[in-house]
């Protein structure tokens, strides 16, 4: 993190690296620009949306419906993490 904060590098993570986490039975998962989320009721329908952070970094515009192969490996890519770590789904 250091190069990050020192300005030698302009990102913690590669445009290809896929992040993930989860708090509260909401769900996210970036890849570069790109970023999936989930909000759970009663702040969010419960559907995975997708954003394009460059262009609405406000996560404005939902780009699930031009970009379903992108979901999909966003999505598929969440359930690999949840897998690895161990979540525990939230008892809301």
Do not use: C
């Not at 009663?42 to 515009?61: Q, R, T």
Request: aromatic share 8%; no cysteine; net charge negative.
């Amino acid at each position: 993190m250091l190069p990050l904060l020192t300005g030698e590098e302009n990102s913690l993570y590669g445009p290809d690296e896929i992040v993930a986490g989860e708090m509260a039975g909401g769900k996210w998962v970036r890849k570069g620009d790109f970023k999936a989320v989930l909000v759970p009721a009663p702040y969010g329908d419960g559907n995975w949306h997708l954003f394009d952070l460059a262009s609405d970094p406000g996560e404005s515009i939902d780009l699930s419906g031009n970009m379903p192969d992108l979901l999909l490996e966003l999505t598929t890519a969440w359930e690999a993490y949840s897998e690895e770590v161990g979540v525990v789904p939230a008892q809301l």
